[in-house]
């Protein structure tokens, strides 16, 4: 083999040069060892550096051992800006409830522009007018007065409405049971002086009640009450100071702290106990009260959703009927309804 190398380059040259190394290949030292070295060359001179071998183990130990690095903290900008957006909803959120706060009263009570005329008197309707405990003037349309009347159903609108209003709707009441009705107004509608609140709202419909009894001659056993959207929660808290006859719920809702958070915002209920001046409490009230609930609601009512329709009727201590209207929304119970809501009518106020 070393002979081989010899003829290859001088050997003067070979071992001269420090960094010339032989690369063997694998076929040629099978062949060295098997004693054919003279079958084939069995080697080439390469130049190579003796020191590629420690820098390559080198940079695998660096490579092999990385420094991790070191935990970024948020930097001054970062935290101003997370500061700032937080600071801006709390704000936000502030600024909402502190108007929910100012406005529920307006929120609750939204009285429409009164007509030109109060309708007038005619022979089965007369204006009442009478005293509320605190002094205010208040209005009620008696229709189908009769000495020998069945009955007397004192009727109380929604938040958006008139008594004067429903004065066809309590004919047609009147003529199929044999019922007076009288159509109570709130102080703050149809002209009517003071501001409607919680409070007197419950002034309010004492002072009709008052004034069916002392004025109109009805017993409590013969005096039923009837409340509309908003009426139902007046309804439904007068029932609980006098046992009616049977309390008619048309579209009703479950409770001032449920329907906030339809009106204002889901969020809302978190603060609700605080800054609440409503407690209206149909659900827990039914449960208390001994008269039959009757309860009619309307599956595509947008205002107050049929669910909670059918919360109060299951919450009444005495039930009546539930009467579910297809297709009715929130005002046109009655007449989508048709004859099957004046059957419920009539089955109401038939004790």
Same mark, same amino acid.
């Given at each position: 083999?070393?002979?081989?190398?010899?003829?290859?380059?001088? *050997?003067?040259? @070979?071992?001269?040069?420090?960094?010339?190394? $032989?690369?063997?290949? %694998?076929?040629?030292?099978?062949?060295?060892?098997? /004693?054919?070295?003279?079958?084939? $060359?069995? @080697?080439?001179?390469?130049?190579?550096? #003796?020191?590629?071998?420690?820098?390559?183990?080198?940079?695998?130990?660096?490579?092999?051992?990385? &420094?991790?690095?070191?935990?970024?903290?948020?930097?001054?900008?970062?935290?101003?800006?997370?500061?700032?957006?937080? /600071?801006?909803?709390?704000?936000?959120?502030?600024?909402?409830?502190?108007?929910?706060?100012?406005?529920?009263?307006?929120?609750?009570?939204?009285?429409?522009?009164?007509?030109?005329?109060?309708?007038?008197?005619?022979?089965?309707? #007369?204006?009442?007018?009478?005293?509320?405990?605190?002094?205010? %003037?208040?209005?009620?349309?008696? &229709?189908? *007065? *009769?000495? !020998?009347?069945?009955?007397?159903?004192?009727?109380?609108?929604?938040?958006?409405?008139?008594?004067?209003?429903?004065?066809?709707?309590?004919? %047609?009441?009147?003529?199929?049971?044999?019922?007076?009705?009288?159509?109570?107004?709130?102080?703050?509608?149809?002209n009517l002086g003071g501001r409607p609140t919680y409070l007197t709202s419950q002034i309010d419909s004492e002072a009709a009640?008052?004034?069916?009894?002392?004025?109109?001659? @009805?017993?409590?056993?013969?005096?039923?009450?009837?409340?509309?959207?908003?009426?139902?929660? &007046?309804?439904?808290?007068?029932?609980?100071?006098?046992?009616?006859?049977s309390l008619v719920l048309e579209s009703p809702f479950t409770s001032a702290h449920d329907m906030a958070r339809i009106v !204002?915002? #889901?969020?809302?209920?978190?603060?609700?106990?605080?800054?609440?001046?409503?407690?209206?409490?149909?659900?827990?009230?039914?449960?208390?009260?001994?008269?039959?609930?009757?309860?009619?609601?309307?599956?595509?009512?947008?205002?107050?959703?049929? !669910?909670? /329709?059918?919360q109060v009727f299951a919450a009444a201590k005495v039930k009546g009927q539930l009467l579910i209207v297809p297709d009715a929304?929130?005002?046109?119970? !009655?007449?989508?309804?048709?004859?099957?809501?004046?059957?419920?009518?009539?089955?109401?106020?038939?004790?």
């Amino acid at each position: 083999m070393l002979e081989q190398m010899s003829e290859a380059s001088s *050997s003067n040259a @070979f071992i001269g040069r420090a960094d010339m190394v $032989p690369e063997v290949h %694998r076929n040629d030292r099978r062949g060295a060892i098997l /004693g054919k070295c003279d079958e084939e $060359p069995v @080697f080439q001179a390469k130049c190579l550096d #003796r020191y590629t071998h420690y820098r390559k183990l080198t940079e695998m130990d660096r490579q092999s051992n990385p &420094v991790p690095d070191a935990p970024s903290t948020p930097g001054p900008a970062v935290l101003i800006t997370i500061a700032s957006a937080l /600071g801006a909803a709390l704000l936000l959120l502030g600024i909402l409830v502190g108007l929910v706060w100012i406005f529920q009263e307006r929120i609750a009570f939204q009285p429409p522009t009164p007509p030109q005329m109060i309708p007038a008197a005619s022979d089965d309707v #007369r204006l009442d007018s009478y005293l509320a405990a605190d002094g205010q %003037r208040l209005i009620g349309f008696v &229709v189908g *007065s *009769s000495p !020998a009347a069945k009955g007397l159903l004192i009727c109380f609108h929604g938040n958006a409405d008139l008594a004067g209003n429903a004065i066809e709707w309590a004919r %047609r009441v009147s003529r199929s049971t044999g019922f007076t009705v009288m159509l109570a107004e709130y102080r703050g509608y149809m002209n009517l002086g003071g501001r409607p609140t919680y409070l007197t709202s419950q002034i309010d419909s004492e002072a009709a009640f008052t004034h069916a009894r002392d004025s109109l001659h @009805f017993t409590d056993e013969r005096i039923a009450l009837y409340g509309h959207s908003l009426g139902t929660a &007046v309804a439904t808290e007068l029932a609980t100071r006098h046992t009616p006859l049977s309390l008619v719920l048309e579209s009703p809702f479950t409770s001032a702290h449920d329907m906030a958070r339809i009106v !204002a915002w #889901r969020g809302i209920e978190i603060f609700w106990d605080l800054i609440t001046r409503f407690h209206f409490d149909t659900l827990t009230a039914v449960s208390s009260i001994n008269a039959p609930v009757w309860v009619a609601h309307g599956t595509k009512d947008r205002v107050i959703p049929l !669910a909670m /329709g059918k919360q109060v009727f299951a919450a009444a201590k005495v039930k009546g009927q539930l009467l579910i209207v297809p297709d009715a929304a929130h005002n046109d119970v !009655a007449d989508v309804g048709g004859v099957e809501y004046w059957r419920w009518i009539e089955a109401s106020l038939s004790r």
